[in-house]
T-cell receptor, first 116, second 112 residues
Framework: DTAVSQTPKYLVTQMGNDKSIKCEQNLGHDTMYWYKQDSKKFLKIMFSYNNKELIINETVPNRFSPKSPDKAHLNLHINSLELGDSAVYFC???????????????FGAGSRLTVL | GENVEQHPSTLSVQEGDSAVIKCTYSDSASNYFPWYKQELGKGPQLIIDIRSNVGEKKDQRIAVTLNKTAKHFSLHITETQPEDSAVYFCAAISLRLNQFYFGTGTSLTVIP
């Protein structure tokens, strides 16, 4: 079973369009994240939700809006896409309490967004 | 906030040699230091971690060392193999504050 799954894996779209990326985790974790990885491989945190409540909102344009219908899902909606939005977007999740040896942050496989 | 620096950004080694990647952090509240390996087309995967009350941890060919006083930690890979080729990320985490900070990544190439 995939622990953190995100769809779609690839997304090619035109500038100005609106698109969404979905994420689901079956680990029972309480916190979910969206990271953006640019062409230089930098991993930059965008948002974090804990039990459906927004707890981290880094400097991200208002065109990006996360939505968490329940603690197992965190979707990312992007309005008016721009060329600079092209990147790989990773969803991740973590538990509130860590036991020894537990993996504190589990990533999905990524969604590659290409804006033409 | 935390600032995690990672060096080098790229590293090439011959198969069988050792590879070392170093990271420094700034926030003394950070108490957990995982290392992630990202293979092409995949998400980062945890390979080893160390907590602030431990100075060294080893798992087969990989080891991590932590110097809390100097605020730096390192990943050591011995007897490198071509399948070790990937991008490696260090991270400094405050478990209490639930905050994660990643290094800028090291692209490791193992030459057969």
């Amino acid at each position: 079973d995939t622990a953190v799954s995100q769809t779609p894996k690839y997304l090619v779209t035109q500038m100005g369009n609106d698109k969404s990326i979905k994420c689901e985790q079956n680990l029972g974790h309480d916190t979910m994240y969206w990271y953006k990885q640019d062409s230089k491989k930098f991993l930059k945190i965008m948002f974090s939700y804990n039990n459906k409540e927004l707890i981290i909102n880094e400097t991200v344009p208002n065109r990006f809006s996360p939505k968490s219908p329940d603690k197992a899902h965190l979707n990312l909606h992007i309005n008016s896409l721009e060329l600079g939005d092209s990147a790989v977007y990773f969803c991740a999740s973590s538990p509130d309490r860590w036991s020894s040896g537990a993996n504190v942050l589990t990533f999905g496989a990524g969604s590659r967004l290409t804006v033409l | 906030g935390e600032n995690v620096e990672q060096h080098p950004s790229t590293l090439s080694v011959q198969e069988g040699d050792s590879a070392v990647i170093k990271c420094t952090y700034s926030d003394s509240a950070s108490n957990y230091f995982p290392w992630y390996k990202q293979e092409l087309g995949k998400g980062p995967q945890l390979i080893i971690d160390i907590r602030s009350n431990v100075g060294e941890k080893k798992d087969q060919r990989i080891a991590v060392t932590l110097n809390k006083t100097a605020k730096h930690f390192s990943l050591h890979i011995t007897e490198t193999q071509p399948e070790d080729s990937a991008v490696y990320f260090c991270a400094a985490i405050s478990l209490r504050l639930n905050q994660f900070y990643f290094g800028t990544g090291t692209s490791l190439t193992v030459i057969p």
